[in-house]
């Protein structure tokens, strides 16, 4: 029996750089955001604070073997970095760079490139968000730099493949004007260089992005469903009403984790992407989505089920978001609340197949 390999995006967001500092303060890192939450209603879950690892600076080599140790013990087979290319210019990339120089720590990993512009977002209709970088697609010239400049990690033992293909993510795949061409010539330059091709998947929210996706022929369709249950969740009266309430967006979460159980049934050819818990709140207080009342109890019901789906489909992969979104209370790691319950979730559901 086939089994999926499950992986886990992972924010490289916990550690000062120079453009954080000028655009949100001097030290600026995720945990900014995750320290000073607090509830916005009775029973609300916050603050999420971080158990076992704590308040980690990712420039330490010492937290990422100990990231590696937790996902290895709990059946995460590999960490997918958000990878930032702006043009030529990379932000955020201190820790992916230390991690493929160094070596360590030796456990896979493979990339999505989250090719959205970055905004200073208000939350506020009435007042433009600023823009702070912005994502261009230049063309051909672009796409070999880029290939050029990840070529250290892809020929990495290390890199995740299937069917001896290099897996890459497009967090928007829609934006790129081009990717026919991109395509062509990472195909190409990876043969140059000793490699056999990728395995391009891109992220779906939505059915149109979906159907784009299957269009421009990616070699899969990585769905989250979260934005689907909220459309179906939430009218426009509902959305208005919140607003003149000053209430943030609220789904149960075993509201959504039903209809992702069903939704996966209903869409086999998708590869899923499970969400164990989600909290905009600390980013965008009450313009927040929340997943409420999320449990390892309840993530294991819907994990359960889903990767059994995988399973019976041979499916190649099972993605996980996320392994550290602290600021949108989306994560694997310990917290202080359920210490490794969400982790240990992974390795008992893989060992009953």
Not at 66 to 87: I, M, P, S, T
Not at 273 to 297: A, E, M, W, Y
Request: aromatic share 16%.
């Amino acid at each position: 029996m086939k089994k999926p390999q499950v992986i886990a995006f992972y924010l490289p967001q916990f550690y000062p750089t120079p453009e954080n500092d000028k655009w949100w303060g001097e030290g600026f890192t995720e945990w900014t955001n995750v320290a000073k939450a607090r509830p916005l209603f009775k029973g609300h879950y916050q603050p999420k604070l971080p158990g076992k690892l704590g308040f980690y600076d990712l420039r330490l080599p010492e937290t990422r073997e100990a990231q590696a140790d937790l996902a290895r013990e709990a059946g995460v087979d590999a960490f997918c970095y958000w990878h930032y290319w702006f043009n030529g210019r990379r932000l955020l990339d201190r820790v992916f760079t230390e991690v493929v120089d160094s070596g360590k720590p030796d456990f896979p990993f493979c990339l999505c490139w989250a090719n959205h512009s970055w905004y200073q977002k208000t939350w506020d209709p009435n007042k433009p968000n600023r823009l702070l970088m912005e994502q261009t697609y230049p063309g051909e010239q672009d796409y070999i730099a880029h290939f050029k400049a990840m070529l250290p990690a892809f020929k990495d033992h290390r890199y995740m493949k299937i069917e001896g293909k290099l897996v890459f993510g497009i967090f928007e795949p829609d934006a790129i004007p081009s990717f026919a061409l991109m395509k062509e010539i990472w195909n190409r330059l990876a043969v140059e260089n000793g490699l056999h091709g990728f395995y391009f998947f891109g992220l779906a929210q939505g059915e149109a992005r979906a159907h784009m996706i299957v269009k421009e022929k990616y070699d899969a369709v990585v769905y989250d469903n979260m934005a689907t249950v909220y459309d179906r969740n939430w009218s426009l009266t509902r959305r208005a009403l919140d607003k003149i309430l000053h209430r943030p967006h609220v789904i149960h979460y075993e509201d959504y984790a039903k209809e992702t159980i069903a939704y996966f049934k209903e869409h086999p050819q998708y590869i899923p992407c499970l969400v164990p818990n989600f909290d905009h709140s600390p980013r965008s207080g009450l313009k927040g989505i929340i997943l409420h009342k999320s449990t390892p109890q309840k993530w294991e019901r819907l994990f359960k089920a889903v990767y059994e789906q995988q399973v019976r489909k041979e499916s190649p992969l099972l993605v996980i978001k996320s392994w550290n979104e602290w600021g949108e209370g989306n994560y694997l790691e310990p917290d202080e609340t359920f210490g490794k319950a969400y982790l240990e979730v992974i390795r008992k559901v893989r060992n009953q197949f």
